[in-house]
Structure formats: C-alpha cells, structure tokens
C-alpha cells in the first residue's frame, strides 16, 4: 500500500490576508516593514532626507580643488544644493570664495553638510540657506565686521 501524504487546505492564510488588506494606510505606515531576514525599517523619510544639508558627509577634497568655492561646489554637488549666484551675494562672499583651502580643512567629516560648509567658511561668515530654490550663500557676520570711527572719535584726535 502507497502512502499518499495528506493535504491540507490553508484557509487560514487568504484570511489574514484579507484582514492585513483591510487596515487603514496610516496604521500600515507606522508598521516597520522587513528589509532584511533580520532587519526591518519604519516606511518614513530619515531625518537627512527631509532636511538635505543634515545628511553626514566625509570628504577629502582632491588637489584639484585649490579655493574654498570650489571645496563648497565640491561639497554641494550630491546635495541638490547649489551656491547661490554672484548678484545675490556681495562682494565680501567673492573673497571669501577666492581664497585658498586651508591644509586642515583639505579632509572634514564625518560631519552633517551644514557643518562642513560652516567650517569652510570660518567664524566671520555665517551660513544662509534657501530651502525653497534649494540655495546656499554666506554673510558676513556683524561681529566680525571692522569698526568705523565715528565723528565723536575723530573730533577727540
């Protein structure tokens, strides 16, 4: 006599399906969904993601890249960032794009973008950012800025 395995009727697994089917969206999404035999991920947009110059960069700026412009040009380039064009910005951001990258800063990260591009520009600039056409610029910082010798000061000489 030949056995003949069993069968087994899976009525179960069309209903559970049903059922996962039936949830609302917003429940489905805040579920973590598996990526991996042992890894699983929440279905939202990482913190880099929504804020782009928070993504962590690590750059060694090649020889090529001889002006701290060109290191930003560098840095933006991935970021769907750009810097913003030269009638927007004075004349105090050219010279600050003109100069020479600095030894120290030819190697920066592991750092958010926001940083890197701060360190670039040192103390007496300050970052500015235009989320909406995806645009970065720098300003020179009022404490930075040489103080005038007012009329007063003048007149006690």
Request: aromatic letters at 4%.
């Amino acid at each position: 006599m030949i056995d003949r395995p069993k069968r087994h009727s899976f009525t179960v697994l069309p209903c559970a399906l049903a059922v996962l089917c039936a949830l609302p969206l917003s429940v489905a999404a805040t579920q973590e969904v598996q990526v991996g035999r042992y890894s699983s991920v929440r279905p939202v947009p990482t913190a880099e993601q929504i804020n782009l110059l928070s993504a962590l960069v690590t750059v060694r700026f090649p020889e090529t890249v001889a002006t701290v412009g060109q290191a930003v040009d560098h840095l933006l380039g991935p970021s769907g960032y750009r810097l913003a064009p030269d009638s927007v910005a004075g004349p105090q951001r050219a010279a600050l794009l003109a100069l020479s990258l600095p030894e120290p800063h030819r190697s920066l990260g592991p750092m958010p973008l926001r940083t890197a591009l701060e360190t670039l520009a040192g103390p007496a600039f300050r970052l500015v950012e235009d989320p909406v056409h995806r645009l970065v610029s720098f300003e020179r910082c009022e404490s930075s800025l040489p103080v005038r010798p007012t009329a007063a000061s003048d007149e006690t000489r």
